[in-house]
T-cell receptor
Framework: TQLLEQSPQFLSIQEGENLTVYCNSS?????LQWYRQEPGEGPVLLVT?????EVKKLKRLTFQFGDARKDSSLHITAAQPGDTGLYLC??????????FGSGTRLQVQP | GAVVSQHPSRVICKSGTSVKIECRSL??????MFWYRQFPKKSLMLMAT?????????EQGVEKDKFLINHASLTLSTLTVTSAHPEDSSFYIC??????????????FGPGTRLTVL
């Protein structure tokens, strides 16, 4: 059983559409991170959310941390082909190492 | 920003040989480095935590005699895959964490190393 479950696993949409990716857990986290990874490269940190209910915006990306700090969402507005990639949520489970979610593979068609 | 490099970026080796992968923090000192493994279309799985000057801590199911980790300095950790087999083929990613031991800090990821064992 994955500690952090992401949904959907795969998403293929047209340029200009909106989408939301979810990261859920039964555990409470002090913080949660979102990464984007392109094929053959390491993951790149997008954002860290710390406070329950927190909302952070990064251009067309909106990140939300659940009130209970067990879940998070990533919403992309007007997706572009450059948004294509693997989106990963991750949390520190108390050992300093990160536990990654199952991942959501996004493909944005032009 | 903090930069982490990995070398080599790609390596192909024959079954039974050993392969060493280097992870370097280029502009900061890392007391802790982490090694992850990623299979195609899958997420990252933590293999081990490497602390400078001490033995690595391996995750359950990861063979410490097969995946040798050395963290000899504050800027370099190495992962050696010994007696490699085709099932060891994977994408290996390291990350480095600046800051003091016991203090949670941002991890900076390397670009990964693609290992193919023939």
């Amino acid at each position: 059983t994955q500690l952090l479950e992401q949904s959907p696993q795969f998403l293929s949409i047209q340029e200009g559409e909106n989408l939301t990716v979810y990261c859920n857990s039964s555990s409470v986290f002090s913080s949660l991170q979102w990464y984007r990874q392109e094929p053959g490269e390491g993951p790149v940190l997008l954002v860290t959310v710390v406070t329950g209910g927190e909302v952070k915006k990064l251009k067309r990306l909106t990140f939300q941390f659940g009130d209970a700090r067990k879940d998070s969402s990533l919403h992309i507005t007007a997706a572009q082909p450059g948004d294509t990639g693997l989106y990963l949520c991750a949390a520190d489970t108390g050992r300093r190492a990160l536990t990654f979610g199952s991942g959501t593979r996004l493909q944005v068609q032009p | 920003g903090a930069v982490v490099s990995q070398h080599p970026s790609r390596v192909i080796c024959k079954s039974g040989t050993s392969v060493k992968i280097e992870c370097r923090s280029l502009d900061f000192q890392a007391t802790t480095m982490f090694w992850y493994r990623q299979f195609p279309k899958k997420s990252l799985m933590l293999m081990a935590t490497s602390n400078e000057g001490s033995k690595a801590t391996y995750e359950q199911g990861v063979e410490k005699d097969k995946f040798l980790i050395n963290h000899a300095s504050l800027t370099l950790s190495t992962l050696t895959v010994t007696s490699a087999h085709p099932e060891d083929s994977s994408f290996y990613i390291c990350s480095a964490q600046p800051g003091l031991a016991g203090v949670t800090d941002t991890q900076y990821f390397g670009p990964g190393t693609r290992l193919t064992v023939l």
